[in-house]
């Protein structure tokens, strides 16, 4: 079963995002992962996010897949051209990775190689409609292709409480391209979420909602004020704040958050940037 | 494999590498055939990549398909496809799928492939990919940033003895050596005399080296690769040779010609070992090893 059919057929699914090692030490990354083996539906893997040089996305599917995960890998345009990404993803389908998720990718200046040569010879929407095309059996040049891969593409899109419309037309743009899923941008208010389900309801694609791991008020702040579409509520921030144990505090914060997003959408995915550690205590709460 | 590729060319053996090419698709039955037949019977399984920038299924996860079958591969990495981002991340994920051997080139033009409309990254040369994996076997990447676990690699590259200039070549080749490049394969070669002055100069370098052996299935063939590929020269002996043979017999006569030319640089120790591109003709690169007193 793929995501999107997972998503459809459970009443609410939940996937744990997870960035691979700067090297090939996998030891800390997998211990974490162990932890929630059995307890998220499916496990999302970044690629090279913040254009900051890692292990692939694709390497890291396929050894968390032959460990007995269900992952969903991530293509970005960023670093590849149509050649290397169409291959690539003939790649996952020969491996058994079927779930991707399709991003544009993050600006080559705020990574770790700011002199690198940013590729996007596609955008993140043509991408989507290469896949699509790959999966009728043809290359995105038309030629025919020997075997055609299982894919099941999703698209990422920016749920900003400013531009709600902008982000419903971004959903309808995505699916007539081939998305079988969307995974929005972290949400922080359940009136957001509930009003964007409005507007993509006849879609009826199902939707991935991020949750956010918080760690400290100053994290809160700094999104608030540099990350578009995120707006993250002052009741939060000052929990955060009072706090003596904030990683505790921001279990509660996205378990409360959790439990009623849940009850709008189809799935949840955890977000928990660096704080991977804290994914079951997350679990525990929500009794997974 | 028994050993390791590195441990093969360490052995001091005459070593054998067969080319494999992904198809274009994921349709793998006929590789996988041809991964079955050849896998026990060689040192190494070398995957292409993208060749002749016709998009294809990746190399990376053909080498690691090889290595689920009990096979050796080395994996090809070109530079026109990718940006330093995904090549030393490809890098690192070839690792922890099992594969160490690496073959880096700086892969063809656009131009002469199937989306001839894609960007050309070369983001870097293949000289500065050697240098990337140096790094990465150190523990640190590109930009000088450390590495949670080093890399393990054994690393190769290509030159073309025959290339014209040759100096341009030579200084490249030199680079790459000084790059840590361990082993080279050659482009084709067929002038076995020419090889050996080539060889002569090579030799003061410790690389190990692997004569390229592309399969001659007809005259027309070995005229066109003079015509068209720069490097590749196929004497006039060898063509009036294609061309004697009797219809339907072209194929036979290229294998006799590939194992004649393999049997006279093993036992003339001349160099390494052999890549056998074979080029969709997979399935007789045993009967090639058996020309060759290699089976």
Same mark, same amino acid.
């Given at each position: 079963m793929? *995501?999107?059919? *997972? +998503?459809?057929?459970?009443?609410?699914? @939940?996937?744990?995002?997870?960035? /691979?090692?700067? %090297?090939? &030490? +996998?030891? @800390?990354?997998? %211990? &974490?992962?162990?932890?929630?083996? %059995?307890?998220? &539906?499916?496990? *999302?893997?970044?690629? *090279? /996010?913040?254009?900051?040089?890692? +292990?692939?996305?694709l390497s890291t599917g396929v050894f968390l897949k032959e460990r007995g995960f269900a992952p969903i890998v991530e293509f970005t345009c960023r670093d590849r051209n149509r050649l290397a990404l169409q291959a690539d993803l003939l790649g996952a389908s020969v491996l058994g990775i079927e779930n991707i998720l399709v991003t544009l990718g993050e600006d080559i200046k705020s990574g770790d190689h700011p002199e690198a040569r940013a590729v996007f010879d596609l955008n993140d929407n043509e991408l989507l409609e290469t896949i699509e095309k790959m999966r009728q059996g043809s290359d995105l040049a038309g030629n025919s292709l020997q075997g055609s891969p299982s894919l099941a593409a999703g698209a990422s899109v920016v749920v900003d409480e400013r531009e709600i419309e902008r982000a419903i037309a971004e959903v309808e743009k995505k699916m007539s391209l081939g998305a079988r899923f969307i995974m929005t941008s972290p949400i922080f208010k359940p009136a957001l979420l509930d009003r964007f389900m409005g507007g993509v309801k006849k879609c009826k694609l199902p939707i991935l909602t991020s949750v956010l791991l918080l760690k400290s008020a100053g994290m809160a702040n700094y999104l608030n004020k540099n990350i578009p579409g995120i707006s993250i509520p002052e009741e939060m921030i000052k929990r955060l704040l009072k706090s003596s144990d904030r990683g505790r505090t921001s279990v509660e914060l996205a378990s409360e958050l959790i439990a009623e997003l849940k009850e709008l959408c189809q799935g949840i995915n955890v977000v928990p940037i660096g704080w991977e550690s804290k994914v079951p205590a997350l679990l525990d709460l929500l009794k997974m | 494999m028994a050993c390791s590729f590195k441990e093969a060319v360490d052995s001091g053996k005459f070593v054998v590498t067969a080319e494999i090419g992904p198809p274009k698709g994921t349709a793998i039955e006929e590789m996988v055939h041809h991964i079955d037949l050849l896998k026990d019977k060689v040192d190494g399984l070398n995957v292409t990549d993208n060749q002749s920038s016709v998009m294809r299924l990746n190399s990376l996860s053909v080498c690691h398909l090889i290595k689920e079958r009990g096979g050796e591969p080395i994996l090809q990495m070109t530079c026109r496809d990718r940006n330093r981002l995904a090549l030393q991340s490809d890098l690192l994920s070839a690792n922890i799928l099992g594969i160490r051997n690496l073959l880096c080139l700086t892969g063809d033009y656009i131009t002469v492939g199937d989306h001839v409309e894609a960007k050309p990254v070369f983001d870097l040369d293949s000289v500065q990919l050697l240098q990337a994996v140096q790094l990465l076997t150190q523990g640190k990447d590109l930009a000088g940033n450390e590495l949670h676990g080093a890399a393990q690699f054994y690393v190769g590259a290509i030159v073309t003895p025959e290339a014209h200039p040759l100096e341009p070549q030579l200084l490249k080749f030199e680079k790459k050596v000084k790059a840590g490049a361990s082993f080279f394969q050659t482009q084709a070669i067929y002038d076995l005399e020419k090889f050996k002055e080539f060889m002569n100069y090579a030799r003061q370098f410790k690389v190990k080296m692997l004569a390229g052996i592309v399969l001659l299935v007809s005259a027309g063939m070995a005229r066109y690769m003079n015509a068209n590929v720069p490097g590749i020269f196929v004497p006039d002996n060898l063509i009036e040779e294609m061309s004697s043979a009797p219809k339907g017999k072209a194929l036979t006569k290229g294998i006799e010609i590939a194992g004649r030319m393999i049997r006279q640089l093993k036992e003339e120790a001349i160099c390494d070992g052999v890549h056998i591109m074979a080029i969709g003709k997979e399935t007789v690169v045993p009967d090639i090893l058996a020309a060759a007193g290699l089976a």
């Open positions: 793929n *995501l999107s059919e *997972l +998503l459809n057929s459970k009443p609410f699914s @939940i996937t744990v995002e997870v960035i /691979p090692p700067k %090297g090939n &030490d +996998l030891s @800390i990354f997998l %211990g &974490d992962l162990e932890r929630v083996k %059995g307890r998220a &539906d499916a496990i *999302l893997v970044r690629e *090279l /996010p913040s254009a900051v040089m890692r +292990l692939g996305a | -």
